[in-house]
């Protein structure tokens, strides 16, 4: 798209104005000598299942910590901070740390890594079952990645139009796991007993690592499935996206049915045998999104009122950044994800699909390699003219959101993210080994207990009122309440309610 092509479709200030951006940040409890926290979500913290900005994800020692949707870019991460500071002043007394990166602390055995739990209610209860679910579907490893997610919405987009981003973002995904992509290395133990084409850092011992990788988590070792490489989901459009997704989510897959929803004892294992239990289970780098209502699925709040928002899900936790992302990022999110939107974005086929995960995994696991060539359009390019071409395209958008926003933070963005693109040196991924070859020995777990120790040392410094104390205070109590409300509303069995939920019909 040319610059005058751009400036045409370019939205106004005030809308510009009207971004709203959130931030979900995941990160495990971590002891000081780096192995996982296998206690319970601390109870001071609220309920897991209703607090508004405090919960769990795939496990009890895995926070999730969530942001409204904010106007603002500074405005989300002094939320986001100050969620940071009052959990970790919780968990200080304990001695436990919020692991800041995205590639796990140590673990131990799969089976005793604790599952998310959400009480008695019959959704808190679904929601431990579905972690189950996944336990045996893909082990229990895998599922303590952590990562940011980055909801974005513009006003006045229609669902055409975010499906259009989502497809544009899909093809340039590569860019942003080049420039932000943090995990290049692992401890062993993540990989222990399991088929991998890592390569020792040092003597192996303590690191394992790509020595071109960006994202590991976004590679073959991060959230992949060979159950979920059968679905072909298309994205041109609501009714093609939400048919392919309920497909795969009516489907039977003969391991999962194997398996069953209980077992001889009465447990559950999982809540449907389906390719996939419910939406959630679907991976991707980015999802359309909806707010739902109470025990509504979310595939039927998609089609009865269309796209709200988008969900980016490729963004590695930042180990040098205190609560795990920059401002710049945001930024360069926000121009990156107008270009995605505003760019002409033919429709997808199954072999654009292929291409894409063939882009992403090469990204991820060589992106720093110097003369790597991705596929576009069934040509070889190299992966820098490529993103250099998408990166210069969005020059209008930073211009346009600086003008708005009366400031020129949007061209440093843009401008930091060019120097990285010719200079792979400076990318986070290759300061992540420069720091654990020459300053930690090789010790994967000693470097990122070090930097989680700093962003909680850092947090706990900052200023602390007894209006914060007491506002989260509140909510923990209200959460408490909440959760209590819903398992005492509770009339159908388990049984009853998992079968009404998972009724084909409520997808519809």
Not at 5 to 22: E, H, K, V, Y
Not at 280 to 308: D, M
């Amino acid at each position: 798209m040319t610059t005058s092509q751009a400036a045409m479709n370019m939205p106004s200030a005030q809308r510009l104005l009207g971004i709203r951006r959130g931030i979900e940040k995941e990160g495990l409890r971590s002891l000081a000598n780096g192995s996982l926290a296998l206690t319970p979500h601390p109870a001071v913290l609220g309920s897991a299942l209703t607090h508004p900005h405090i919960t769990t994800d795939y496990s009890e020692s895995q926070l999730e910590l969530i942001t409204g949707a904010r106007l603002g870019v500074e405005e989300c991460l002094d939320e986001l901070m100050e969620v940071h500071q009052f959990v970790l002043r919780n968990l200080s007394e304990s001695g436990e740390l919020m692991w800041n990166s995205s590639m796990p602390c140590r673990l131990p055995i799969d089976e005793t890594i604790p599952l998310g739990r959400y009480g008695s209610s019959h959704s808190g209860r679904s929601k431990s079952v579905y972690r189950m679910g996944l336990g045996h579907r893909y082990g229990r490893r895998m599922q303590t990645i952590s990562g940011i997610h980055y909801n974005w919405s513009l006003p006045g987009v229609s669902s055409d139009e975010y499906f259009a981003l989502i497809r544009n973002f899909r093809r340039n995904a590569f860019v942003l796991l080049y420039l932000y992509g943090a995990s290049p290395a692992l401890c062993p133990c993540f990989v222990e007993g399991r088929e991998h084409r890592l390569q020792p850092l040092g003597d192996g011992k303590d690191a394992l690592y790509l020595p071109h990788a960006t994202s590991l988590r976004m590679g073959r070792l991060g959230y992949q499935s060979d159950a979920q490489s059968s679905i072909n989901v298309s994205y041109n459009g609501l009714d093609g996206y939400a048919d392919s997704l309920h497909e795969a989510l009516t489907r039977p897959y003969p391991a999962y049915e194997q398996l069953g929803v209980r077992n001889p004892g009465g447990d559950y294992n999982q809540l449907g045998t389906g390719l996939l239990q419910i939406e959630n289970e679907f991976y991707g780098t980015i999802r359309p999104k909806r707010t739902v209502k109470s025990g509504e699925r979310p595939l039927h709040a998609l089609r009865e009122r269309g796209v709200e928002y988008v969900e980016v899900r490729l963004m590695d936790i930042d180990p040098f950044e205190t609560v795990g992302i920059a401002p710049a990022t945001m930024r360069m999110l926000d121009v990156f994800l107008l270009h995605c939107l505003h760019s002409d974005s033919p429709p997808d086929t199954p072999q654009e699909i292929a291409d894409l995960k063939h882009n992403q995994h090469l990204t991820a696991e060589q992106g720093r390699e110097p003369g790597l060539k991705l596929v576009r359009n069934g040509q070889q390019v190299l992966l820098t003219d490529w993103a250099l071409d998408v990166l210069q395209q969005c020059q209008p958008y930073a211009q346009a959101l600086d003008t708005a926003h009366g400031c020129r933070d949007y061209t440093a963005a843009l401008q930091q993210a060019l120097d990285r693109v010719n200079g792979a040196q400076i990318t986070p991924s290759a300061h992540v080994l420069e720091q654990l070859t020459s300053a930690y020995d090789n010790r994967f777990i000693d470097f990122m207990t070090a930097q989680s120790a700093r962003a909680r040392d850092t947090l706990l410094a900052m200023p602390w009122t007894a209006e914060q104390q007491q506002r989260f205070e509140q909510m923990s109590d209200a959460s408490v309440a909440a959760q209590a409300a819903l398992e005492a509303a509770d009339t159908l069995t388990f049984e009853e309610w998992r079968q009404r939920y998972m009724d084909p019909a409520s997808l519809l």
